[in-house]
């Protein structure tokens, strides 16, 4: 492997062809360009470089003579899923960019290489990369800096334990379960998995067993023959068939019903079965990744879900941190929904008050991540300014249970201000049912200060949660 840098530049690019001529040139046009350039001469180089450095973009040839550009991305994704991979093949056609795309290249270009379409293509690539980072939504995936990947944003330190514990498990083949709050991102985290995998080019096929009606379940994950029950007037593929060689999301599987569950047990010990209606069996060649809002453990405490199926399905425990135990990743949330949101609607991105800011970050999001992005998309709906600010917060925020406040009555003059203070801090907790996020986003007041009054007062402070 060859190594050619220039001090005068912080983008990286590995240039992958197993043709020393390609290699030069294509080196040549990207140190005039101002990159730091290295090289590999084939897929076992690549694999190599890949693991020792990030780059922000690998460029590689399609067919090579100890394998494919496509087995290059997988090393390249695996080690570094924001690192963009741009494919090169004098052999182009419709079904091979197709494939490409799909498998998650950044863009598709054929031989001869135009060198003008080639520094276009990495000006987007640099240009991505530059937007997101200036506004909190990509980083780098370094410990001390953050991890921002597969729609995942933040840095607490209870996330990036959770990235690096799932980076660990995508390396291996074993199955993972995921338990965590409703909200919290359960799904991009398999599908962060799923990418950072050997099986990143196979499909990720997920099923929420929740959604899916319990007489249809069985047929939705094994398939059926035709005439295997009334309707099914045609053969069917099930979810296991579809993600054979890739990966399988089973969501929710806590609602799992108990008369399936040896069924799906036999599966993932012998990774067969046979389709509704059918005695031939079908092998295949999947990972298996669960997530549920509930603790399976006390559900087979319980006798609602098989301890068997719970330990077979818990090889690799996994869990995400509530959005309260990472408060300190809100502005960048909130940040990346406001431009996510904007953009979907054609409108300028808007600038956040530190005020509006402060306001999230007194609330616990009981709904997690899904609720901030739902209340941010409300108040981008709702308010088209140049600048979110506090007051969009108190129009648009109206947590669960909170009801009208009783009419405002006059104090009697010469009231203490303390007793003043007292009565209306009781009220409000009572009015929030003893929350005390509630009431301190009600009283404009942050939760460490709301703390300090309950003690200041000496209100019991079991009573509010």
Known sequence: MNSISTSDSSSSVLVVDDEPGMRTALQANFLRHGWRVETASGVRDAARAVELTSFDLVVSDIRMRDGDGFEVMCSVLKNSPTTAVILLTAFGSVPEAVESMRSGAFDYLTKPVSFEQLQSAAARVMKRINEKSASGSIQDTGADAGIITSGIVGRAPLLLQALHRARAAASTDADVLIEAESGTGKELLARFIHQASNRSRKPFVAVNCAAVPEHLLESELFGHARGAFTGASAAKAGKFELANGGTLLLDEIGEMPLNLQPKLLRI??????????????????????????????????????????????????????????????????????????????????????????????????????????????????????????????????????????????????????????????????????????????????????MRNKIREYGLPPRRYA
């Open 268 to 449: 993932l010990q012998e990774r067969e079965f046979e389709r509704l209606g059918e005695t031939r069996s079908i092998h295949v060649d999947i990972r298996v990744i669960a997530t549920t809002n509930a603790s399976l453990g006390s559900m087979v405490e319980q006798g609602r879900f098989r301890s068997d199926l719970y330990y077979r399905l818990n090889v690799i425990p996994l869990s995400l941190p509530s959005l309260r135990d990472r408060l300190e990743d809100i502005p960048a949330l909130a940040k990346y929904f406001a431009e996510r949101f904007a953009t979907e609607t054609d409108n300028p991105i808007p600038g956040i008050d530190p005020g509006f800011i402060e306001r999230l970050q007194s609330y616990d999001w009981p709904g997690n991540i899904r609720e901030l992005a739902n209340f941010m998309r409300r108040v981008l709906s709702l308010h088209q300014g140049d600048t979110i600010d506090a007051a969009c917060f108190y129009k648009e925020f109206h947590p669960i249970g909170r009801t009208q406040p009783a009419p405002f009555a006059m104090p009697v003059p010469g009231t203490p201000i303390a007793v003043l203070e007292k009565a209306h801090l009781e009220n409000t907790l009572a009015l929030a049912h003893g929350n005390r996020t509630h009431a301190a986003v009600m009283l404009g007041i942050s939760l460490r200060t």
